[in-house]
C-alpha cells in the first residue's frame, strides 16, 4: 500500500491538494465541476480545479428475488481503484483503473454474456439458476493540451476495458469481453462562456465458449431471435453449439455549453451515437445469427445558483432506439469456399427506451471547500415499448421513481463524520407482455412474463449511509459505508444492498 501511495504521489505530482479533506468534501467539489465529469478531456485545461488522487477499497453486496431474470439474485464485488491527476509540461495527464472481483449467483436465461443486454435479441438462454465468476479490468486515461491563445484547448479521452467470465453450471461458458473507446475533443473559453465539441469511437468485442463439464450429458438451450421467438439447440456433441462472436462499433458526439457568473453555472450537452452489433456462430465456419442497428440520443443540463451557489439543478433524458435484424442464409458449399451467403436482412424486432431525470438539490457549504449538509429530491422516468414483428409480441413497462435524500457533515478537528439517509417510491404506470407465436419456446416466453411482473410493480426503497475521515498532514483516511433495503408488496419481492470503501485522498 505504501508503495503504491507513493508511485501514485509522483505521478501525480503537481496536482491540487488544498482544500477537501473527506469523501463528503470531495464530492462537493466534484459535483459543481461540472465539466470534469464529462467525456471531453480537453476541458481539464480550463477546469482543472478540485480534483484529487483517490487509492480505494471496496465491498458491493446485494441480495434478494426483486431483479430481472438474467441479472444476478446475489453478488459479491471485491473492487481496487485508483485515480490521479497532475500537469506535465503545461498538459493536463488524469487517469484511472479499477479492478473488479465478481462473484454472481441466481442468475438465469444467460448462457454466453459477461453484461445480456435488453435489446440484444439474439442471445442463448437456458432455464437453470447458475453463478458467474467474473474479473474487470476497467482503465481510462485524459489528456488535455495547454490553452492556446488564451481559449482554445484540445484533448482525448480513451477508455479500454478487458472483462472475463465463467458460468458455473451445465451448460457453462467462458467469455472474454474487450472494448475499446477514443474521444477527441475541444474546448474554446470566451469569457463566461465555454464551447465544447467531442467526437466518439468504440469498438466492441466479445467471444465466448459454450461448453459442458459433463461431457456424456447434453443440455437444452434456447437460440432466441427476440421477444420469445427462437429455436431450441444443444450443447455438447458435434453438431451442438459452437463458439459465438458479438462485434460491434459506435460512432458520434457531442456538442456541450456552458456558462460560469457571479451567482450562476450551467452546464448543458447533447449527445448522439450510432452504432451496429454483430452475433456469429462457430470461427471455422461463420455462421451469422443477426445484428442490431442502435441509435442513441441524450440531453442533459446541470446548473448552480445563488451566491454561494447552494441550489443545483439537474435535468436529462436519453433515447435508444434498436432494430433487430435476422437474416435469411443459404449455405454456399462451392468446393474450397464454403460459406453462409445472407440472402435477405429483415427487420423483425424493435426496442424503444426512454430514461428521464429532473432533480433538485439545496448544498450548504462551510466554504467554497468544505461541504456541510444537503437536501434534495430527484424523479426517474423510465419506458419500454419493445415489439417483434411476426408473430407479434410485445413487452413494455412505464414507471417513476420520486426520492428524497438528505446529508450532514459533522467536523471536529482533523475528524469528520457524515451521515445520510435516503428514500423513494416507484410508481408503475403498468407493464405488458403479449406473445402470438408457438410455445416450442416457452421457457423465453416465461422470463419476460416474470420480468414484466417485476417492472409492474411499486416498491418502496429507503437507505443509510455513515462515512467517517481522519486527516493526517496531506493525507485523508476515509471510511464509507451505505445500505439500502428495496420492497414490493405485490408480488412480495426484496432486495438488500450494501457497500463498503476504505479510501485514501492525497
Not at 506535465?88 to 462473484?103: A, Y
Not at 437536501?375 to 415499448?385: I, L, S
Not at 412474463?449 to 416498491?459: K, R, T
Amino acid at each position: 500500500m505504501k508503495k503504491i501511495t507513493l508511485i501514485l504521489t509522483a505521478l501525480c505530482a503537481g496536482a491540487i491538494c488544498a482544500g477537501a479533506q473527506s469523501i463528503a468534501d470531495n464530492e462537493y467539489r466534484l459535483r459543481n465541476n461540472f465539466w470534469f465529469g464529462t467525456d471531453n478531456a480537453s476541458a481539464l485545461a480550463e477546469h482543472y480545479r478540485g480534483i484529487r488522487n483517490d487509492l480505494s477499497l471496496s465491498y458491493d453486496y446485494e441480495n434478494g428475488d426483486y431483479h430481472l431474470q438474467q441479472n444476478p439474485a446475489s453478488l459479491n464485488d471485491v473492487s481496487l481503484s485508483t485515480s490521479g491527476v497532475g500537469k506535465v509540461g503545461g498538459f493536463v495527464l488524469w487517469g484511472g483503473f479499477s479492478f473488479h472481483n465478481r462473484f454472481e449467483q441466481g442468475a438465469r436465461y444467460n448462457v454466453l454474456n459477461y453484461t445480456p443486454e435488453e435489446d440484444m435479441p439474439f442471445f442463448v438462454a437456458d432455464t437453470f439458476a447458475s453463478g458467474w465468476n467474473k474479473q474487470a479490468y476497467l482503465m481510462s486515461v485524459k489528456l488535455a493540451s495547454p490553452v492556446l491563445w488564451n481559449r482554445v484547448s484540445f484533448g482525448i479521452k480513451v477508455d479500454y476495458n478487458a472483462k472475463v467470465g465463467a458460468k458455473q453450471k451445465d451448460p457453462r461458458s467462458e467469455t472474454y469481453d474487450r472494448y475499446v473507446a477514443v474521444y477527441p475533443s475541444a474546448t474554446i473559453a470566451l469569457g463566461a462562456h465555454t464551447l465544447g465539441v467531442y467526437a466518439l469511437y468504440d469498438n466492441q468485442f466479445e467471444r465466448t465458449d459454450p461448453t459442458n463439464a459433463n461431457r456424456f450429458q447434453l443440455q437444452k438451450v434456447f437460440i432466441s431471435n427476440g421477444l420469445g421467438m427462437g429455436l431450441v439447440g444443444k450443447v455438447g456433441d458435434n453438431d451442438g453449439l459452437d463458439t459465438f462472436f458479438y462485434r460491434g462499433y459506435n460512432v458520434g458526439g457531442a456538442l456541450q455549453y456552458g456558462f460560469e457568473a457571479e451567482r450562476t453555472r450551467i452546464y448543458t450537452e447533447l449527445r448522439y451515437s450510432n452504432g451496429i452489433k454483430t452475433s456469429t456462430q462457430k470461427p471455422s465456419l461463420p455462421k451469422p445469427m443477426g445484428k442490431i442497428v442502435r441509435n442513441v440520443a441524450s440531453f442533459d443540463f446541470k446548473g448552480s445558483f445563488g451566491r454561494s451557489f447552494n441550489h443545483l439543478v439537474s435535468l436529462g433524458a436519453t433515447m435508444g432506439l434498436t432494430s433487430g435484424i435476422e437474416y435469411l442464409l443459404k449455405l454456399n458449399t462451392t468446393a474450397f469456399e464454403q460459406n453462409w451467403d445472407i440472402i435477405t436482412e429483415n427487420p423483425m424486432s424493435s426496442f424503444t427506451r426512454v430514461d428521464a431525470h429532473a432533480g433538485y438539490e439545496y448544498q450548504k457549504a462551510l466554504s467554497s471547500d468544505r461541504y456541510d449538509w444537503s437536501a434534495g429530491v430527484d424523479a426517474d422516468f423510465t419506458m419500454r415499448d419493445y415489439s417483434y414483428l411476426s408473430p407479434t409480441a410485445l413487452f413494455n413497462s412505464t414507471g417513476t421513481l420520486l426520492s428524497a435524500k438528505a446529508a450532514k457533515q459533522f467536523v471536529k478537528g482533523a475528524h469528520s463524520f457524515l451521515v445520510g439517509l435516503n428514500g423513494g417510491y416507484n410508481l408503475s404506470f403498468g407493464s405488458e407482455y403479449l406473445y402470438t407465436g408457438p410455445d416450442k419456446t416457452a421457457a423465453l416466453q416465461k422470463m419476460y412474463i416474470d420480468d414484466a411482473i417485476l417492472l409492474g410493480s411499486n416498491y418502496y426503497k429507503f437507505g443509510a449511509r455513515l462515512a467517517y475521515a481522519l486527516t493526517s498532514g496531506n493525507l485523508h483516511y476515509n471510511f464509507d459505508l451505505r445500505a439500502a433495503y428495496l420492497r414490493a408488496p405485490q408480488p412480495q419481492l426484496g432486495r438488500v444492498t450494501a457497500s463498503l470503501t476504505a479510501s485514501l485522498l492525497f
